[in-house]
């Protein structure tokens, strides 16, 4: 009888102890404090209720518990500014406050690319442009959070804010505030360069005009076009070694974020250069072959370019992110679980070929954490 008694506290026991295993990330998620951080997020590219333009940050905000001021966690589909898709292909623009919030302590761009009519109204698979409906940083954004950053609010801005249709003028005084200069040209890894299949049936059209070739690529390769739309084609084995486009932080990065391997990028870039102020604190490098090396030499275009630039002035500070860093499709909808970014970070490749997850977990995410972290401290001195 004892000797039941017994086996059957063992056995509860460990049931319990599996419960309290389970239950444990969700529990330690809320035990830790919330902290207060009015972060104003601006997104004009937001064509359908995925949000995966600013989705990354804010999952990225909650999971880390900062909350606005207010005590509230922040909403993918309510908290930012720009355009809002609505039921039945309507929409409204929140435009940013005039002025921007006293307490706000962080300006967020996450993309200034626009929506256009393809997109909003119906699917668009071969990324045929069509006219824009809004988009675009305008004159009048660009005055508030100018004057806003002037006054001592750091500013993160991210890709795709200097492309078309932003004016040269705004794009002028974005560099002041960034201290880098956009040289004109975007690029992307795609996994299939076969048309049809994902490069944007407006850079084919551009390639057959511009070289009066059709195009017959097919397989793995990089697609790089400027603002006047000449377009140069790097393919897999023949212009690209085996990496691809990898990320590596400067010295200085590596110190500031303590990472240290390079990770493989595979989505939208900005090549850019950076000011005499700027603090350089990573890098994107083409992994090319010599064949490769001279069809970017011929346009005056490096294989080694500006990832993350730093900021640092007596009132302010800022970050330009030269890449499509928080766009990603496969953000969960829970993030009450302490632990899930180390997990995501054991079981996701940093040569993952699968979109851009490798890199949101092993950079983005710990990146954009210590960003918070140093803006919060900022904002509390």
């Given amino acids: 009888m004892v000797i039941e008694i017994k086996r059957q506290f063992v056995m509860i026991a460990i049931v319990l102890i599996m419960i309290i295993a389970v239950l444990s990330p969700f529990i330690l998620w809320q035990l830790k404090d919330d ?61 940013l406050p005039d002025p921007i919030g006293e307490d706000t302590d962080l300006i967020y761009i996450a993309d200034a690319y626009g929506v256009y009519t393809k997109e909003f109204y119906g699917e668009n698979p071969l990324g045929e442009r069509s006219e824009i409906i809004y988009g675009g940083m305008y004159s009048d954004e660009m005055t508030k959070v100018e004057e806003k950053v002037r006054g001592g609010t750091p500013l993160v801005v991210e890709f795709n804010t200097f492309g078309s249709p932003t004016a040269y003028g705004v794009k002028e005084r974005l560099y002041g505030l960034l201290e880098v200069e956009w040289t004109g040209w975007i690029g992307r890894y795609f996994f299939e360069l076969s048309e049809g299949v994902e490069v944007p049936i407006w850079a084919v059209y551009n390639y057959e005009a511009q070289y009066g070739v ?147 977990w092993h950079i983005y995410f710990p990146m954009v954490k210590h960003i918070l972290g140093e803006v919060y401290e900022f904002s509390n001195t």
């Fill in 214 to 360: 059709e195009w017959e690529f097919s397989g793995p390769g990089f697609v790089v076009v400027d603002e006047m739309d000449h377009v140069i084609v790097l393919e897999q084995d023949i212009d690209i070694m085996e990496d691809g486009c990898m990320f590596e932080f400067t010295e200085q990065g590596k110190d500031m974020f303590g990472i240290n391997d390079g990770v493989r990028y595979n989505y939208w870039f900005n090549i850019v250069t950076t000011r005499a102020n700027a603090q350089l604190l990573a890098t994107f490098q083409l992994d090319l072959t010599e064949s490769g090396i001279a069809k970017l030499e011929a346009w005056g275009i490096p294989f080694e370019f500006p990832a993350v630039v730093k900021n640092e002035t007596p009132t302010y500070f800022s970050y330009y992110l030269s890449g499509d860093f928080v766009d990603i499709e496969t953000i969960p909808g829970f993030y009450k679980i302490w632990g899930y970014d180390t997990i995501k970070r054991q079981i996701t490749s940093k040569n993952d070929q699968n979109e851009n997850d490798g890199f949101f």
């Fill in 35 to 95: 902290r207060v951080l009015d972060v104003v997020v601006l997104d004009n590219t937001v064509p359908n209720d995925t949000y995966r333009e600013h989705h990354g940050l804010l999952w990225t905000m909650n999971y880390l518990k900062y909350v606005d001021s207010e005590g509230e966690n922040y909403d993918s589909d309510a908290d930012y500014y720009g355009f809002f898709p609505l039921p039945d292909h309507q929409y409204e623009i929140r435009e």
